[in-house]
């Protein structure tokens, strides 16, 4: 059985090589871009090319001599234009149009030839040379960095590298894997026989995020902004100027810093509700399709959920709490009350939930926040119930919501202090 862990670490990078990264991470995605463009046809999906093989021999001897990027790193840019090209096609060949895939974000990713890794710190391939950068962990141990990079038991995968603009921090998301020989997941048992505390979270398009505690962080500020920089962003590509065309570059640039700090603040509160809870784990719904779920939220909306998840992944390791995802199907539709669980499309209105079977009301984000906690509630408690008489263990899984607990077996009252 293959098991999979990524720990975000975050990296202390040399004053003097910062300025490398950087720069290494542009023309890594210069190679990305010219690897899309070759492989992707907008005529038909069938022309694109899907084969990594393929596409590297097309491209790697030109993008090598182009830049100054290492071979690894060429290769790594080839191949993820390749994997986005498939994952577009699939989509496509499934009746759902799609466009050439873009790069854009600051990332760049290593592979174990191009990043060395010790006991603390890590050795980095980049347009000048290697350089060395210290890991910066929590104080708590065991972290997800000592758990999985460390261990003998699992190995290096190919990780990511990111920049955080806000911050102007670097961040690398270490992925490990580890096969089983009896075909059980150990390290999944271990996370077992822990109690844990689960704080479920829904992300909208009302309702940018709510917690199953009933806490809200709402849309109406960043829409209403969002709408303000498109209206200028009109205004100046109406007068088609290079002076607009320089003003347009500048307000570009305010506008990511803007959306960037915004889900910033909003990961933070989120990871803060999670400690002052006393929450183990936050749960997210996978965001796989979620353009499809969520057919009126607009580019903007999927780009933050995107961000939300990413940025609390990192933030919320430094605080020892644990990202778990789960599959999103029906958490809208579905009562969750523990003593109904009646799912059907006409229970929700808009922002508004009401069971046709119990009759139960509640705000309809709030509704899906508490079925995402608790499906991996219930996830957990199927695994603590399946282990063999002689692994049993003493541990509860439960989904923190207003003032109480709540798992399978109904709600808990926190007791008053």
């Not at 902004?225 to 498109?230: A, G, L, P, V, Y």
């Not at 579905?334 to 046709?356: A, I, K, P, V, Y």
């Amino acid at each position: 059985m293959e098991v999979r862990r990524t720990a975000p670490v975050k990296i202390v990078v040399p004053d003097g090589r910062r300025s490398d990264l950087h720069e290494t991470a542009r023309q890594f995605l210069y190679c990305a871009n010219r690897a899309s463009e070759y492989c992707w046809d907008d005529t038909s999906y069938k022309n694109c090319v899907t084969s990594n093989t393929k596409a590297r021999s097309a491209l790697y001897y030109e993008l090598h001599e182009e830049t100054d990027l290492v071979a690894n790193l060429v290769q790594k840019a080839i191949r993820r234009a390749v994997q986005a090209t498939k994952g577009c096609v699939e989509h496509w060949k499934n009746g759902r149009r799609v466009s050439q895939p873009e790069f854009t974000s600051w990332s760049i990713v290593y592979d174990k030839r191009s990043a060395t890794f010790y006991q603390n710190k890590v050795s980095l391939s980049t347009v000048n040379g290697r350089v060395e950068c210290d890991f910066e962990l929590p104080a708590e141990s065991p972290t997800p960095y000592e758990q999985y990079v460390l261990s003998e038991k699992f190995e290096f995968r190919t990780s990511t590298l990111q920049y955080d603009a806000v911050d102007d921090e670097f961040y690398f998301h270490i992925s490990t894997r580890r096969y089983d020989r009896d075909g059980e997941d150990d390290s999944e048992v271990l996370a077992d026989t822990e109690h844990q505390t689960v704080l479920g979270i829904d992300l909208g398009v009302n309702s940018l995020a709510v917690a199953s505690t009933g806490r809200f962080w709402q849309g109406n500020d960043y829409d209403h902004w969002c709408r303000e920089f498109e209206k200028r962003r009109a205004k100046m590509q109406q007068r088609g100027t290079q002076a607009a065309h320089n003003a347009l570059l500048r307000l570009g640039k305010r506008e990511e810093g803007w959306r960037k700090q915004y889900i910033h603040t909003i990961a933070n509160e989120i990871v803060k509700e999670a400690v002052e809870t006393g929450c183990t784990q936050i749960v997210f719904e996978n965001l796989d399709g979620i353009r499809e779920r969520l057919r009126f939220a607009k580019w903007h909306h999927l780009w933050a959920f995107r961000r939300i998840v990413e940025y609390v992944e990192y933030k919320a390791a430094q605080q020892s709490v644990a990202v778990e995802r789960v599959k999103p199907n029906f958490t809208s539709q579905r009562c969750s009350r523990t003593d109904c669980g009646f799912t059907h499309e006409g229970n929700r209105h808009g922002e508004h939930f009401e069971c046709l079977k119990c009759g139960y009301k509640v705000n309809a984000d709030y509704n899906a926040a508490k079925n995402i906690g608790m499906r991996y509630v219930q996830k957990r408690q199927h695994r603590l119930h399946s282990l063999p008489m002689s692994e049993s263990v003493d541990a509860s899984v439960n989904m923190r919501i207003n003032g109480g607990l709540m798992n399978g077996d109904g709600y808990q009252p926190l007791a008053e202090t």
